[in-house]
């Protein structure tokens, strides 16, 4: 009891022993005294909390009070009390503990109840729970009784003094609940309890809210197992089965108090939210520990999962139907998705959809909960995509096999569900439908019943779906077979009613509309600018209109002419020269498919915009608000702060789902749909052609154009300082899954893609070198993320802008950004180097812990051999020069020091870590903070060694055992640097501006050929020590180095248009190391195989014809052939010809040359019946070289060009053209070699050139040669470079009788000189290609044409009217003699003797147009001619056909504006038409009875013309019919 003042009894008994003296005589009588005043005054309630309070040790005084303990104390009262009243001591200190706690809890300054003490009762308790354990120690306390009184109060008691005796061991909450006379009174207590307290703990101090979590723990413990006991354990716990059932319906209650709590968080009730999240604390599976079984753990977490999914299912499947778009991940509760994601960390991913399977085949559920879950598990689960599938395949085969309509619906909706989190998490509604029902082999495809049940399934969704389902189910429906196509109609015809209901026409469909996107329906002008760049794709790629963009201007005439006209036809600034789009607007314009009015006002409207650009050039970017802006960057800016977070990067993936919401509010319509886009179109980015403007721009979805690039640097820039920041806490391998998930989220923005890779080829092609250390250091990083997440990239098309579109093949993403970095001067060496080494450093980091398998298929091959190639082009030690070693090691953290020498840092990872990647020793590889590549290298310093010594190549296998390397080599191959890899990077280097001088460039070439790839095995991408193979690779490279259309810029595009001259030196090398090797022995009749001409000859026939048009076919083949040419000239001559055995002579063998140059090379002469001056003179020196293994050189010669008359006469009418210049040097090399007179055939050569000059000149007789064309080639040559035409003509008159084939042949070199003047006027000839005229302008043929042209000197160039008036005297000449000559103008083979050789050595383009020679003649035919040629009106047909078949092909080129005098193509064949009209009625029956086989090809191209040779042939006919029923 307490005294005035609050002092306790023994103090005032004390004071007054000192005030006064004791009235009692003795000890016994003072202690009866005070025996009679307690019994008179006692409170044992009180007295129960005076004696716990005065048993703590501490009192103020400091002293241990005398006498008895307060223990023996309290329990001497109670037993006296007890036995007084007759009750048991246990009884009374029980009913005393609850009457204490009921005043203790009662006693609260707050009205209404709640669940946490104040202070002062918390002290008071405590003092009691101090007093009770001492009386349960002595057992003078009964706790059942306690238990019992307690439910007995007026009033439930306070939360935490129930948790205090639970916590002080003495009366457990399971205990107390088993005693409770009514269960359902218990839950009711406990849960307003648990309710309040939730709601008090974000009110109260931080010291009372780890109180309140203190509680909360162990009451949900003591919940957890009670509540989910196993059934053996339950089944001994008899007593405990009320305790379950009141432990399971708390958690029922506060589970349902919590998801009424979802449904009211839109409704801005901040504190009740707040309270249920705190409640959410009971689902942490750390809690629980050791302290409950994992079984238990799991069955309360599927219970709660289970009551979760199936919760209050009000809503049906229509309603689900219409509003699951607002259930997505970022739509959905934070609430619910927090305690999804606590609820699933119990159970792998399989486990959890096993879990959601189970729940849908067995309970009626709530869809916005079993949604929003599939939802959580898509995003936060990466093996959720797979395993979703695998259960939709499930339900569908359930489905099908059962016609189940609830299956299906389920599917469909699951399906739904994940493609609303974009394509990055699951792949799109639109791309599942097509694969689950597309094609005959989807589920519904085994009998008509299958097919009637998935219509009538998708007829009775109708009434409920969004526009996008819809049109997904027509621009995409199901595979019906045919006769069944009218059951397929019949839901189309509904399906677009339906969407007449919504207000959605179908004329506005898009021609590629591919609806995936979950949003509204995209709109029309969106839908329209998308169908303009697909339709553009295809018609670059096929030059034809597509047949979609055809059938919409016929059957879709609304949106043809509303949306996407308009679309097409957009204002812009028009290029110069005709681009992609243009010439798909003059296609449609030509088709009539374009008004002729709507035409002319864009053509007005695309000046006008010119007009304003030059007034005012610059433009603003498009407006966006600056809200979404901000929200995304803040975003970002939280998400940055989890990566550098351990504890929290499983928050990582649900940041990033509101990260992709808040980025495709930025981007605003454009993007709302992203994931509608087909993943097989591919991603456009423009780059500049030289001398544009260097800043890249992306081929923009529709939309993209109005994405603002700071959206982009946003990204890039949080993904840098989120790298950054990482960094400086952890290596890569350690920084959690927060960079690959954000790549992959924008890889997911399909319409964001362009944009992207677009800004990343600005910063690393363009401004590369500029870059610091810490841009380039993020870039490298980024770029491997986009490797790794390349399954999400389509195809990369990086268009260099030219005139005229070439279509390219689509890259890998992996493949575009290695094609960013271009190794050609200095400053990009020393980028790509810098680049690279940072790349190599973060991928072997990240992904050291992976398995060698994940590993080779994580790493881009570009990237391995990129620096392969620079590392030893760059480092001498790499090469295996000794020189003296950096002794420390390389860092992750000195990557980003500007400081850092790279040169050391690539050496590191070329010695270390890459060298252990291609061996496939992943425990090598890079880990922890410091990439300690030279110390971990130790344990190969075997070898290390092995390498030094014996293998000069660190990268081949030379030293592995065998049995390995078998089982590896496919996996290492793949990326090591082949030869020819080599050379095409080795190829685009800009010598000029090399990092290396022309002597160490030299080196660096000798050490790479001749140690690193001539001696390595071809598997690992060398040459076998196989120098003809080298040879093949370096020819092969300089030829697809050349014919590439790659992107040049600045100086190096001049330097691109010529051949390397030092990689050329190294090839010369070779060849000539090639001469070097044995002879063939006498009697081997076997001629040595010439590799050369052979692989030219295979670059030419083995060429598969891609999808670009037939002149960029033939462009392509005039190039190859001139740098086949121009190889040739670099190449020694004495490689033209080989040398064989013939019995046992040695003998010059031409044949592969003379093959080449009958098949190839004369179609690329000037003339059109003689090779270049360069050729023809190189094939000579090289005769005369080769001639020196033959025992007589004379003879070999002589054979060797009898044999051209026969097998190569081009060979002879090029020397007979060009000897003037020839002479000089044949007869100074012949001299210089052997010394004696000239060879008989070239002696013969040059006395007809001679024969024919004294002709010309003097007057004296020209003897005709065996054969007459080659004198008539040198008089022909003779007349062009000595004579106006005058004097020529006086020498035709001169020719003696015997000179009619003589005439015959002057007159076809003539006419082919007329061809050469026709197909490139007012060139030279013998110096300018004939393909060079395809061009409008020289800078333009120049560009293409990487052999200097020069001038021969010798030869005026030809004009097309002089050698039509030369010809014209010649065929005079002819006709006057009577001589036949049309047969000349029949095929090679069809043509007599006397002319096959000279048909046979044009051409094959001079071929094809004699037509246009030979009615370029008419004029010179007299009507004589009719009557003494049989064969002249078939001759003339077949001439006319040819030259309509010509201008349908489009061979003949149209009229130069620069030669008035040449006759246009139509005018030339209305001319030949009418000569034939004209002299069809005067030809003889023999001639018309030779026509009947053209009869039908001219039908065909000219009725009116086969009408009349009919008419006329009829007598004909009729008369042979006559004379042969005469002899009978």
Known sequence: ????????????????????????????????????????????????????????????????????????????????????????????????????????????????????????????????????????????????????????????????????????????????????????????????????????????????????????????????????????????????????????????????????????????????????????????????????????????FRHTLTEVLTYNPALKVSDAIQMQKEWSFTRTSPLLTALYRKLLVAFSVKESICQLQQVLESHEVNWQHVLSCVSTLVVCQAEAEQLFKDLLSHLLLKAFGNYDMENMITAFLIARQAALEGPAVFMPYSEWFKASFGSAGGYHGSSKKSLVFLLEFLSELVPFEAAPYLKVHIMFPPFVPSKHRSLLLEYITLAKTRLADLKVAIEDMGLYEDLSAPEEAVQPQAQALRDVEKALQIFENTRKIPTSVIEASIFRRPYYTSWFLPALLRPRVLPKAPDGRMAFIDSLKRADKIPSSLYSTYLQAC????????????????????????????????????????????????????????????????????????????????????????????????????????????????????????????????????????????????????????????????????????????????????SECRALIPGVEANSGASQAVPGKALSVSEYWSSLLLCRTEESFAFCLRFCTAAAAYLMCKFSSCSHEDFCALVPPGLIKKLQYLVPRLSLEARGVLCEEAKSALSWSSLSCPSLNYRRASLCLWRSALCSFLIGDQKLLVRAECLKFLERLGKLQKLRNCRAKACPSPWLPAVLPGKWWRGKQLEILAFLLSFREWLLMELEVCPEKDILSASERQDFHHWAIYQRYLPAPSAAGGCDGDLEKACAVILNAILDSSQSFRLDLGACAQSRTSLSPEILCRLQELVLELRCRPKLLPGCSAAQRHFLFELLQGRLTGRDPEHGSALGEQLWRQQELLLHSRILLGLPASTLVTTCWKGNKAVLDCDSFFCFVNSELKNVSSRGYALSYGITAHFFRGLLNASLDCEDAAEGVNQALATCQTKCPVVLLSAALWWPRLEAALCSQWKRLFGAPLAEELARLRGWHSSASRFLCSGAALPVSDPPWLSAAFLHGAILQQSPRGRGTEALERLGTDAEQLLVALLFFSLLDLISARIAPKLCPLSVEPWLAWFGEEGTASLWCPIPLGNPGCQEGVDFQTSLEWSLQILQCLQGRGTSWPLLFHSAEGAPGRFRVLRSAASQRHTRLLPLAFYSLTPSFQQELLQQEPAFLSVALQMYIQLLQLFVEGEVLPQSDRDPTEHDPLELISAARQFLLGAIPHCPAQSLGNIQPLLSTCEELDPELAATLLHFSRPAVDMELEEELELF
């Open 607 to 786: 000046h006008a915009m010119k007009e304003k650009v030059l007034q005012d050039d610059s433009k603003a970017e498009p407006s966006h608000a600056k809200e979404p802006f901000e929200q995304l960057k803040a975003e970002l800016a939280v998400l940055r702060t989890l990566a550098v977070q351990q504890a929290q990067w499983e928050e990582v993936a649900a940041q990033l789902a509101v990260v992709s919401d808040r980025l495709r509010r930025v981007l605003g319509d454009s993007s709302e749909d992203s994931e509608a886009a087909p993943f097989s179109s591919p991603v456009r980015v423009a780059m500049p052609a030289p001398g544009l403007a260097a800043c890249p721009q992306s081929v923009p979805a529709p939309g993209l154009a109005a994405c603002p690039q700071s959206v982009v640097d946003l990204l890039l820039t949080s993904f840098c300082q989120t790298l950054l920041a990482a960094s400086s806490f952890n290596p890569p391998d350690r920084q959690g899954p927060c960079l690959s998930l954000l790549v992959k989220m924008m890889c997911g923005h399909r319409n964001l893609l362009p944009a992207l890779l677009g800004r990343l080829c600005q910063l690393i092609y363009h401004q590369g070198p500029s870059l610091g250390a810490a841009h380039i250091l993020g870039l490298a990083a980024f770029v491997i993320h986009l």
């Open 1 to 300: 009891m307490a005294g005035a003042g609050g002092r306790s009894w023994r103090d005032l008994l004390a004071g007054r022993a000192r005030k006064r003296r004791s009235p009692f005589g003795s000890a016994a009588e003072l202690q009866g005294a005070a025996l009679r005043l307690l019994d008179q005054h006692q409170n044992l309630a009180e007295l129960l909390l005076e004696v716990g309070d005065s048993a703590k040790p501490g009192v103020q005084d400091g002293a241990e009070p005398r006498g008895v303990s307060p223990e023996s104390f309290i329990v001497s009262v109670l037993q006296e009390q007890a036995s007084k009243l007759g009750v048991p001591t246990a009884t009374l200190a029980a009913k005393n503990a609850v009457a204490n706690v009921e005043r203790i809890c009662q006693d609260s300054a707050s009205p209404s109840q709640v669940p946490l003490l104040n202070s002062d009762q918390r002290k008071r308790l405590t003092c009691l729970l101090q007093t009770v354990k001492d009386l349960l120690a002595n057992n003078m306390f009964c706790r059942s009784l306690f238990c019992q009184e307690m439910w007995k109060m007026k009033e439930p008691p306070v939360l935490e003094a129930v948790w205090h005796l639970h916590r002080g061991d003495i009366v457990g909450l399971a205990e107390l609940l088993d005693r409770s006379p009514a269960g359902p009174a218990a839950v009711e207590w406990l849960c307003s309890s648990l309710c309040g307290l939730c709601e008090q703990a974000g009110d109260i101090s931080c010291g009372d809210t780890e109180l309140a979590q203190g509680i909360l723990s162990d009451f949900a413990i003591v919940f957890l197992q009670h509540g989910f006991e196993q059934a053996v354990e339950l089944g001994r716990k008899v007593e405990f089965q009320k305790v379950a059932y009141i432990c399971r319906a708390v958690l029922q209650r506060m589970l349902a108090w919590v998801l009424d709590a979802v449904g009211k968080e839109k409704q801005e009730d901040v504190s009740m939210v707040q309270a249920a999240r705190f409640w959410l604390n009971v689902f942490n599976v750390s809690l629980y520990g050791s302290v409950a079984p994992p079984d238990s753990l799991r069955q309360f």
